[in-house]
């Protein structure tokens, strides 16, 4: 069945520095891979998408994801973080079944420290 | 208004109540799609709508019912709920149909929290 799997409930880093949040995902065709960031009391924004092509896909507000076929990842990454990019980050995989369905990571909530 | 709208924002209903929540989007998209967020448990995917057929229900209870009565507005029509139903209800709209298409992305709205007393 597909899945996807994030390791990390919870990350801290500090105002400026790197971020990695990881993804692991299980599914047999090729997959369409998607990072969604929600804020307290807010829906599901889209910060970038993968369907083909190029393995490092650019997002808005900085981010970036590099899918890797051989591990089955797809890491979110952004190189300096700021106080407003805390918030939940969810991992999720297009499943093209009878409709256009996505199956969802069970995400990670990140803290910024000052 | 632009992207995708839910009313209300928060509810709150008794277990013998019925309600309704309503949801549009504004994208000309031809698929939307509820989902339930709970406290520490993952997105789960109730129903979806692919121009205006239902064609997926996870196994939701009889006392949820969903209703697209075209492509742009999606209700979810609630009777006799339980506590455990209390969660944040997410409405989501996409271009795209499936069998062997292009996953499209879905576009959400902000929820509606619903707390059954």
């Known amino acids: 069945a597909q899945s996807v799997t994030q390791p990390d409930i919870h990350i801290t880093v500090s105002e400026g520095a790197s971020l990695e949040l990881r993804c692991n995902y299980s599914?047999?065709?090729?997959?369409?891979l998607f990072w969604y960031v929600q804020s307290p009391g807010q829906g599901l924004q889209l910060l970038l998408k993968y369907f083909s092509g190029d393995t490092l896909v650019q997002g808005i507000k900085g981010f970036e994801a590099e899918f890797k076929r051989s591990q089955s990842s797809f890491n979110l990454r952004k190189p300096s973080v700021h106080w407003s990019d805390a918030a939940e980050y969810f991992c999720?995989?297009?499943?093209?079944?009878?409709?256009?369905?996505?199956?969802f990571g069970a995400g990670t909530i990140l803290r910024v420290k000052s | 208004e632009t992207g995708v709208t839910q009313t209300p924002r928060h509810l709150v209903m008794g277990m013998t109540n019925k309600k309704s929540l309503k949801c549009e989007q504004h994208?000309?998209?031809?698929?939307m799609y509820w989902y339930k967020q709970s406290a520490k448990k993952p997105l789960e995917l109730m129903f979806v709508y692919s121009l205006e057929e239902r064609v997926e229900n996870n196994s939701v209870p009889s006392r949820f019912s969903p209703e697209c009565p075209n492509s742009s507005h999606l209700f979810l029509h609630l009777h006799t709920l339980q506590p455990e139903d209390s969660a944040l209800y997410l409405c989501?709209?996409?271009?795209?149909?499936?069998?062997?298409?292009?996953?499209?992305?879905?576009?959400f709205g902000p929820g509606t929290r619903l707390t059954v007393t």
């Open positions: 989501a709209s996409s271009q795209g149909v499936g069998g062997g298409g292009i996953s499209y992305e879905q576009y």
């Open positions: 999720a995989v297009g499943i093209m079944e009878y409709g256009n369905k996505l199956v």
């Open positions: 599914y047999g065709a090729t997959p369409y």
């Open positions: 994208l000309g998209h031809n698929a």
